[in-house]
């Protein structure tokens, strides 16, 4: 019998003797009583009146050892790359008593690729790394997908009313200067998992980004290279950002601003082959029917008991520990029973999720823009448009145009977004670009109740007033997700990370000693 079996069954005994009501079999003194007059054979009678006791007796425990069979040793919550790792690592350690509880019909959580045909896909969320994301990068070896570099070749094109200028950047953002530099010597005082533990985290955190760039004596141009960068990164402009986050971000990028932001050897320098959302795919698939789609969790009830139980709208799941690998903001749509204390609930409450970003692809016969000597990348200075990419395949079979998109600055219907992106193309390409043979399209913020936000734009102040009740976990609940990684936190390895950590997390709690059984006299 493995160590794992015995401490199970030892828990159904425990279980078994705690849920024992009055009445439901002799005590140790009545029992010894019997047994001394049945062997004096003086009262047969009492001996035969307690026999229905003793049958009784039986069939009670070997329910609550039934009941015990049917409990968990752990129970994720969230199919993207934070809980799917966390399976992975939980099956691989030897634990198989697990599930994962999705809530949308697919895995991958904010990763999800359109599917273009001819197995091309282009990714409509997080698709990107870097140098320094390393758990990712392990993970895609370790499943056998390949990388391949993001195309950034030629020119750029900035657009700005009637006027068209190009610039060959090289893989990089423009020149940031003394600001940036700035920047990066304030993030390297910042931990990236714990900013409110920064020496400096009252003075920074009660500034937003744009207050204290409005300090720097910044140009229109750097005010605007600045805005951009903000809001692709982390989903907001520099005045709804805290300054302490940003530093935050930057510290995940060897507390290097150029590394968090351009491509050439920066975050945006690497995508996979087949998408990003290929390796929750492979990793469900790995993990069976251990894994349940449609099944979200509505209320979870005994999170401070030995016990878990977690409603879901496929029924009850039992388990000893949960591993709540969503965003934070998501947990508002779960009934805690208990409620949670007051710092980890008004956490979730004050949670940014304003971000949901949106995302177009325009697929042509070929990228066509390289011949002309750009690299599909295209930055206007207002419109709906925030920026393009090349987001062609490996090969360059087809032409893929990938847009990050202004929320609310387009039809939601997407046959009337469609034109209205390809005419700033056109102004940019030429008139190729309004003629592309497919259109997909993704706002994140409406896809799904399970999505709401992409990034998390954190405000200021928002990190030292609730940043420590992130991690600490609760009872039987363990937090995971990107947004808790230690470095990387709201990118997809950050995700690959709190996966990880949360894993261990679990398995070192099954180790920990349950009380010893109750031996009977």
Known sequence: ????????????QVEAIQNRTPGSGPDSHTRRRLLGIA???????LAVAAAPHAANAAPRRAGAARAQRDVLDVAILGAGLAGLTAARDLQRAGCQAFVVLEARNRVGGRTYNHDLGNSVVSEAGGQWIGPGQTAIADLARELGVETFGTYYAGKTVFLADNIRVTQDLHGGI??????????SEMARGVPSGAPWKASKAAEYDKLTLGDWLARQGLSNEEKFSFSMAATL?????????????????????????????????????????GGSQILSVRMAQDLGDKVRLSCPVR????????????HTDGGVVRARHVIAALNPALCQQIVFDPPLPPGRAQLHRAWPAHAPMRKAAHVYPQPFWREKGFNGQVVPLDGPLIWSVDNSPPDGSVGVLSAFVKP????AEPSAAEP??????????????????QYHDLDWGKVDPWSMSCINPMPAGFWTKLGQHLHPPLGRLIWSGT???????????????????????????????????????
């Open 483 to 521: 947004e808790t990684a230690d470095i990387w936190a709201g990118a997809m390895d950050g995700a690959v990370r709190s996966g990880h950590r949360a894993a261990l997390q679990a398995l070192g709690a099954l180790q920990a000693p349950l009380p010893s059984p109750v031996a009977e006299a």
């Open 1 to 12: 019998m493995s160590e794992h079996t015995r401490r199970r069954d030892g828990a159904a």
């Open 233 to 273: 990164s982390l989903g907001a402009p520099p005045a709804q950002l805290g300054l302490l986050h940003y530093l935050s971000v930057i510290n995940s990028a060897n507390s290097d601003y150029d590394t968090l932001e351009k491509i050439k050897d920066g975050a945006q320098e690497t995508r996979f082959v």
């Open 299 to 310: 209320k979870i009830v005994g999170w401070d008991r030995e016990i878990v139980e977690l």
């Open 174 to 183: 423009g020149a940031q200067g003394q600001v940036a530099a700035r920047l």
């Open 420 to 437: 209205i992106l390809s005419a700033v193309y056109a102004r940019a390409f030429g008139d190729q670009a309004l003629k592309p043979t």
């Open 39 to 45: 062997a004096a054979a003086a009262a047969t009678s």
């Open 408 to 411: 609310g600055y387009l039809p």
